[in-house]
């Protein structure tokens, strides 16, 4: 079953998805909004695909990424590691949600590299939400893009397990 898309003007759909991820519509709006914005900062001059994210903290800061390319191809970094690399490195440890925004339709999910960056960071619970060109959306928690995900908690505490 493929997931629905929900365009972002169908108001009950949309209360509906906060309702459902627990995010009001004041956080829903910045995300939509901000991922979108953070398209115009991709450096993409190889694949001229435009990716904007923003994630949610618990404590209700926004912080956004774009995707950042490279002449030699796979160094290029994918806009959710910027966005999640710019807010740990800014003392962020606790997100609620992540938004990613594309130039297409249907929405773009996240890349497998990144939905496991996403899991060290992310309850599984946490949506994220897949923005198209047109604003219309997918949200999927990160358990059904991730399923028997390997995350922290699966490694002894760092000192514990002495080899
Ligand atoms: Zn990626």
């Known amino acids: ?46 694949s001229q695909f435009r990716v904007g994210a923003t994630i949610l903290t618990h404590d ?18 994918c806009a959710e590691r910027v966005a999640f690399g710019k807010a740990v490195t800014e003392g962020h ?10 130039d297409i339709s249907p929405p773009a999910s996240p890349c497998g590299m990144c939905r496991q960056f996403i899991r060290e960071f992310c309850e599984l619970d946490a949506p994220i939400f897949m923005f198209d060109k047109n604003g219309a959306f997918i949200v999927m928690r990160l358990e ?12 002894p505490p760092p000192g514990s397990n002495p080899i």
Do not use: W
């Not at 629905?4 to 004041?26: F, L």
């Not at 991730?146 to 995350?151: E, M, V």
């Open 144 to 155: 059904q893009l991730l399923p028997l995900s390997f995350g922290p908690e699966a490694l």
């Open 1 to 46: 079953m493929s997931p629905t898309i929900i365009p972002s003007s169908d108001e009950a759909a949309v209360s509906q998805a906060c309702k459902d991820h627990s995010i009001t519509k004041t956080e829903f709006d910045a995300l939509l909004s901000r991922s979108v914005s953070a398209k115009a900062t991709a450096y993409c001059p190889y």
């Open 60 to 77: 209700g800061a926004n912080i956004d990424g774009a995707n950042v390319e490279n002449a030699a191809y796979p160094v290029g970094t």
């Open 93 to 102: 440890r606790k997100f609620k949600a992540v938004a990613v925004a594309t």
